[in-house]
Structure formats: structure tokens, C-alpha cells
């Protein structure tokens, strides 16, 4: 029934992203909008940017990070969810989604660092785990926002290409 309520409350968020930006939504329109009651709200999510990564996680979560396959199906139902990604890439909010969205994919990266070498990742890992996060973070807000050519296949391929040699021999070493 709770992950019920809280599917409801992500679609009437993602109904309103449709007419304006996260920045101007507030939580007593998205509880309007989801026939709801601001306690219901507040017991699910903090706030709109809690439910906004929480949006963000359940569909990440389906994704296998060192699968290409996996990651360019991900990037093309961001294109099909257009206007809910493109909002959270053009938040600059208090609580930008970009910066949390680095956050997620450095902590999923450095967990599968973890598994890979059964060790803690040293500085220069972690560094490149980040600066990847980064660069790939980055290059999937250009390509949804701005390129309708380039398939989403080959954008995870050059990503995974351009993945620093340390990284690419901890995750990919046979």
C-alpha cells in the first residue's frame, strides 16, 4: 500500500512538471494534485526533493551501471520521460537533483568498487569515480537536452570508453 501511495504522489509531481518547474511546485499543489492530505506527504517524503529522488532511484536502481545494453536503455526512457528528467537536470534549486544524482552514481560506483577489489577504493579511485560521475552526468544532461541524433547506444558506449584506465581495469578485469 506505501509504495502504492508513493507511485500516485510521483505521478501527480510528474503532472506538474509538465506546466512548470520543480523550483515553482509546491508540496500543497503536488498533495492537490494527488487527491492527498499534506500528513500522507510528510510521511512518505520530506519534501519535493526527496520525492523527486526517490523518482530518480527507482528507475536507477533497474539499471546494471557496467552494462552497456542496460545503460542505453535507461538513457532512452529518459527520453521518453523527457520532461521529468529534463526538469531535474535544469534544477539549480537549494538541492539541485544533478548534485544529487553525482551522489547516488559515486556511491553506487564506489559499492561496486568495493565488491570488485574487496577492499575500500583508495583517493585515486575514489577521485576517478567521481570525475566520471561527473563527466557522465554531464555528457547525459547534453545529449538529452540538446541531441536528437546521437543513439543513446553509442553516447554509453563513448562513456564507457572514456572511463579512466584504473576504473575500466577494476570493473571490467576478467
Known amino acids: 500500500m506505501a509504495e502504492r501511495t508513493k507511485l500516485w504522489i510521483a505521478d501527480a509531481l510528474k503532472r506538474l512538471l509538465v506546466k512548470k518547474p520543480l523550483e515553482k511546485i509546491f508540496v500543497t499543489e503536488i498533495c492537490r494534485e494527488a487527491e492527498i ?22 528507475r536507477a536502481l533497474q539499471t546494471d551501471m557496467l552494462s ?5 536503455s535507461a538513457m532512452n526512457s529518459m527520453r521518453q520521460d523527457y520532461i521529468f528528467f529534463k526538469r531535474a537536470y535544469e534544477d539549480n534549486s537549494q538541492s539541485p537533483m544533478w548534485a544529487y544524482m553525482h551522489e547516488y552514481f559515486v556511491r553506487r560506483y564506489t559499492d561496486l568498487a568495493r565488491e570488485k577489489a574487496g577492499i575500500e577504493p ?11 560521475c561527473y563527466g557522465t552526468l554531464g555528457m547525459t544532461r547534453e545529449w538529452l537536452l540538446k541531441d536528437n541524433i546521437t543513439p543513446a547506444q553509442t553516447v554509453v558506449e563513448m562513456m564507457f570508453e572514456s572511463m579512466p584506465e584504473k576504473l575500466k581495469e577494476l570493473y571490467f578485469a576478467k
Open 37 to 58: 492530505e499534506r500528513p500522507t506527504f510528510y510521511y512518505h517524503f520530506q519534501d519535493k526533493y526527496d520525492l523527486m529522488a526517490w523518482i530518480f532511484c527507482q
Open 68 to 72: 552497456v545494453e542496460s545503460a542505453a
Open 122 to 132: 583508495d583517493a585515486l579511485t575514489q577521485f576517478g569515480i567521481r570525475l566520471y
